[in-house]
């Protein structure tokens, strides 16, 4: 078993508020704000809403409690986790698959903040700019995505409760003024009821399998489950601490910030952009939005603070991902923090360029595409997006259920939740332990099975 590692590099929260904020903001990200309005858009409006709140509140927030609870009771990242826990490498391999998603996605998480970055320029100093045509560019990209990876280094550089604790709870209030705001500007815009009826109006006929499949794909991505970002953080919680009162708070906060992300979308594109369709993908944001700025009165400003936030909600993602590798090699290679943050970071500015390249058509990286159970993948953004981004962290939450519900006594884990938790007994705990044991693994194999095809054609979450 490894040796202890220098608790100092390692650290820990100096607060249970300062934990809640740094792991709202690993949830809270690009996921609420940019994909959850344009899947609500693909999916049926208010019945893909519905849907995901179920998703959130049966499968992520019982995954959520297990992953802090794992992290807490083994002190380490996720691969130490499970080994300092008595797993064998079989179960090891979900803490190396953790690790290897933290670090993939962060590269091509990165380009995507670079957009943003570069978004919060052109729409304050109020440059109309084509979003197919900056994409394309990676003389704006390249050194957007790089700018963005080092605001992230220099964040994790300075530790747990004196780097990441700090700025979580600076950024994330910040970000939460910001969406009220505009998500109140946006409902009061002359036309915007029937925004707000498309969006929070569940047609239940429009709830198929493949509605059911993207919101649960959804609640994995926004929740932060599955991707060892919750047992890494859970490593630095005392004893003490109230598990279940914090996991509330990031998933109460997590969900809050996706509805109001699809307040600021929908009302004012029904109400400035009454033609336009709602399902208009991953652009949606950055296409689609800057229009509707445009026709606000004070838009450039309205608009400026959009991106702002946005790049806020990359970064607070962003931090927690390069956390999960660096706390591993702190634990497991004895490296010192600031060698560990470079290492990574740099590492992760050379892999965003081929994700940064493949949205110009035409070359190598574009054209890069794969067959996966039938789930043709074209582009290496895209590839990475579905092999590391989601089809990884659903195999890792099904591992870490089946760990701690099968592999491991289950009670053990209940008990490091009711640690802190005096009130996490009787029908609370009985149902947890049962929903990690029997519930989550068969909705998660379900998940898996209908990815590869085996009820009809495959579906990418």
Known sequence: ???????????QWGSSLGFIMAAAGSAV????IWRFPYLVGENGGGAFVFVYIICVLLIALPLLFNEIALGRRS???PIGAIRETGGNKFWQSAGVLCVLVCFFVFSYYSVIAGWTVGYIFTEIINIPIDFEVFVETPLYVIPLTFIFIMMTILIVLGGVSGGIEKASKFLMPVLFIIIIFIAGRSVTLEGAQAGIEYYL??????INPTVILQALGQAFFSMSVGWGLMITFG???????NIIQSAGWIAGMDTSVALLGGLMVFPALFALLPGKDPAAGPALVFDVLPKVFDAMPGGNIIGGLFFILLMVAALTSTISMLEVPVAYLIDDRKWGRKRSTWTVGIAAMALSVPSALSQIPGNFFHNFHLNFFGNKLEGFFGIMDFVFGTFAVIVICLMLSLYTGWGQKISDYADELASGAPGFKGPFRSGWMFFIKWV???????????MVGVFGDPQAA
């Open 1 to 11: 078993m490894a040796a202890s590692p220098n608790t100092e590099e390692r650290g």
């Open 29 to 32: 990200g690009l996921g609420n």
């Open 75 to 77: 002190g380490k990242n």
């Open 201 to 206: 109006t569940p047609d239940f006929a429009k």
């Open 235 to 241: 490593s630095y919680l005392p004893k003490k601490s």
């Open 440 to 450: 989550c693994p068969l909705v998660i194999i379900l998940l898996i099975l209908n």
